[in-house]
Structures are given as structure tokens and as C-alpha cells.
Nanobody, 117 residues
Framework: QVQLVESGGGLVQPGGSLRLSCKAS????????MTWNRQAPGKERELVAT????????NYADSVKGRFTVSRDNAKNTVYLQMNSLKPEDTAVYYC??????????WGQGTQVTVSS
């Protein structure tokens, strides 16, 4: 029953913007720590942002700080990743993760973001 579905990826010019969505089913998203990760071909998986449950504190990787913003819509049980000033090095598959326990994390299927000149 637990499910995460990412959407909103696509092709964008350098300097452009995209908003990714991660809709949760089977659990209340706001009760758990959520993360955004990305993986590009031939590169290590990178933690992009963390939204910590309880405190609501958001941490961003240095590579996206000042350009990406995480938000949450509790009524829609959805978290978002607003991406501005996109660079070619942002090209990757982006995944939303739900940390239901310290040892249990659920993944969505990912959405492709391509930044191309």
C-alpha cells in the first residue's frame, strides 16, 4: 500500500526551472522525514535535500543551495522540489524517499531531468 510517485521531470534549457512532485499513498507524508536524491549515469547517487520530520528543518546539498527549494502540501500528501537556475550538471534521475523508520526507506520510480543547451 505504501507508494511514492514522482513526476514533473523533463527537458529544460540551462537557467530554466522545473518543479518536481512526489505524491505519497498509504502513509501520512508529513509524519516522516523525506529526502530528494538524484543519480546521473556514471556518477554516485547524491543526496539533494532533506526535510526532517518534527522540526521541519530542511537541509540542502551545497551543489543546489540557493537554487532548489523543498515544500510540502499536506492536503495533497505531496512534497515538491522547485529547481531554479538549472545547470547541465543537474541532469539526473530524481528520486523521492520516505524514511518510515531509521532502517526502512521507500523509493519512488524516479523522474528524469535533463538540462541541455
Amino acid at each position: 500500500q505504501v507508494q511514492l510517485v514522482e513526476s514533473g521531470g523533463g527537458l529544460v534549457q540551462p537557467g530554466g526551472s522545473l518543479r518536481l512532485s512526489c505524491k505519497a499513498s498509504g502513509f501520512i507524508l508529513s509524519s516522516y522525514t523525506m529526502t530528494w536524491n538524484r543519480q546521473a549515469p556514471g556518477k554516485e547517487r547524491e543526496l539533494v535535500a532533506t526535510l526532517t520530520s518534527g522540526s521541519g528543518i530542511i537541509n540542502y546539498a551545497d551543489s543546489v543551495k540557493g537554487r532548489f527549494t523543498v515544500s510540502r502540501d499536506n492536503a495533497k500528501n505531496t512534497v515538491y522540489l522547485q529547481m531554479n537556475s538549472l545547470k547541465p550538471e543537474d541532469t539526473a534521475v530524481y528520486y523521492c524517499n520516505a524514511h518510515l523508520t531509521r532502517e526502512t526507506v521507500y523509493w519512488g520510480q524516479g523522474t528524469q531531468v535533463t538540462v541541455s543547451s
